[in-house]
């Protein structure tokens, strides 16, 4: 059961197309698990669905409406007929992942995975390692991290928005409990300590918007590890 | 809306034309989807060719030039035919479809010309904004009736609420490029999209 989706502004930016790269692909993983804001996705499409009903027409300003039409005409002619009839999991996650704590994860993820079969997993404290991604974004860092069952993750506070998700297993923190499919955001200034449930290992997908800096004196010691810099 | 038509005292029979023609839009896809029916493919070109521009001009600055809204024009509807045989009209109104396919191909061109070397490249933007997501069991109302109260919501809303709502799809602008742009406190420009989206979630649930 997921308890924690993200807000109908983060939903609202990512259906109208404003939302960055990485975010998106957050909230994307969510949406493929979450039935009421895939719901709520089909509001805000269809918001944008009538905003283009209800433009002004232009006509081409360039040439005349038939020649537009017949360039595209020859496009599609000069392109050889694959009509898009693919079964949409058909070309995703073909390749097995062999380790179970990817079994489940929802396919933008999946198809994250099958590209990138090796994951550089690097130790970030005892407990927690992180692979990173090359997103080609400079502001913002996508990442999984591994919490091993019952580790607790270093308490940090966050310079910039962290958004997190949570693909498998559970963590809690001073809030409550997390499990899969549930997104959190954590604004600039708030610090939290998260401890991985007993039983399992967690998986989560993040974005951080700038340096995390850890607090306390374990800050001290692990902070050179945990300076996130941008690829 | 400045470009939705009045909609008072005729409601009901604007409402009725209304949802023959989102009907024949979506059975005009159908026939290019299922037949490659070129003849359907052209009335739908000569029917959204011009709004996609419309649409495209009303962002304004550099993106706007003619050629590059021909050139926009184009591409969508290059991939309304291909995607075609995925479109269900029982999921989703045609102009809904439409501006899915168009938003991707707008994410896609941003996304082109400001590549940087070091990018992952195993996702594309079908991927993240992903309309294949409707096999999910979901109960909804029926499509049409829920297009008429969506736009029937949008022309319902406050100004100030509406405008907010077309600057983030129209010049696909995030709710921080508004509060700059309009000089508001971001706050407040999240609470006019949170504040016409409950009006919008309550005109579709009535
Ligand atoms: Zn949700």
């Known amino acids: 059961m997921i308890h924690h989706h993200p807000d109908n502004n983060l939903l609202l930016e ?23 804001c895939a719901a709520q996705l089909k509001l805000l499409n269809g918001v944008g669905g009538n ?25 599609i002619d000069q392109q050889p007929e694959t009509a898009d009839t693919r079964c949409p999991d058909s070309d995703r996650g073909t390749r097995p992942v062999r380790d179970p704590i990817f079994a489940s994860v929802p396919p933008v993820v999946r198809k994250l995975l099958a590209d990138n079969p090796v994951l550089q997993w690097r130790r970030l404290s005892k407990g927690l390692k992180e692979a990173r991604l090359k997103t080609g974004q400079s502001e913002r860092e996508v990442s999984f ?43 600039p200034g708030e610090v ?21 800096a850890l607090t306390g004196l374990i800050g001290k010691i692990v902070n050179p590890f945990l300076s996130i810099k941008p690829q | 809306m400045a470009a939705t038509k009045p909609n008072q005292g005729g409601a009901s029979s604007v409402q009725v034309t209304d949802q023959k023609r989102d009907d024949e839009w979506s059975g005009l896809l159908v026939r290019v989807g299922r037949d490659r029916d070129r003849q359907a493919f052209e009335r739908l ?17 550099q993106s706007s030039a003619p050629e590059a809204a021909d050139e926009l024009v184009q591409e969508v509807m290059f991939r309304v035919w291909t995607k075609a045989p995925t479109y ?61 109260a969506i736009a029937a919501g949008l022309e319902s809303l406050p100004p100030e609420q ?40 309550s005109t579709i649930s009535r």
């Open chain 1, 192 to 212: 939290h300590r998260p401890t991985a449930t007993q039983d399992q290992e967690c998986l989560c997908l993040s974005v951080v918007e700038a340096p995390v």
């Open chain 1, 145 to 187: 991290h591994r919490i091993a069952p019952g580790s607790k993750v270093a308490e940090h506070d966050h310079r910039g928005r962290e958004i997190t998700m949570v693909l498998y297993g559970s963590f809690s923190d001073a809030d409550g409990v997390y499990t899969p499919g549930d997104f959190l955001v954590r604004e």
């Open chain 1, 14 to 36: 990512y259906a109208s197309g404003s939302l960055n790269w990485a975010h998106s692909l957050v909230v994307a993983a969510h949406i493929q698990l979450c039935p009421q």
């Open chain 2, 45 to 61: 070109f000569g029917h959204f060719a011009p709004l996609i521009r419309g649409f495209q001009f009303s962002r304004g600055g």
């Open chain 2, 162 to 201: 509406s405008h907010v709502i077309e600057k983030a799809y129209v010049e696909g602008k995030s709710h921080s490029e508004i509060s700059e742009e309009l000089g508001l406190p971001l706050g407040t420009v999240k609470s006019r999209v949170r504040l016409a989206l409950k009006k919008l979630q």
């Open chain 2, 88 to 148: 269900r009209p029982e999921k989703a109104a045609a102009s809904t479809w439409v501006f899915t396919i168009m938003r991707n191909c707008r994410i896609d061109a941003l996304r082109k010309s400001s590549r940087q070397p070091a990018t992952d490249e195993s996702l594309n933007v079908e991927d993240i904004w992903d309309d294949s997501q409707d096999e999910q069991p979901l109960v909804f109302l029926q499509q049409t009736r829920n297009q008429h």
């Open chain 1, 51 to 75: 905003l283009l009903a209800s433009a002004t027409p232009t006509p081409s300003l360039v040439c005349e409406e038939g020649d537009v039409f017949s360039k595209l005409m020859q496009r």
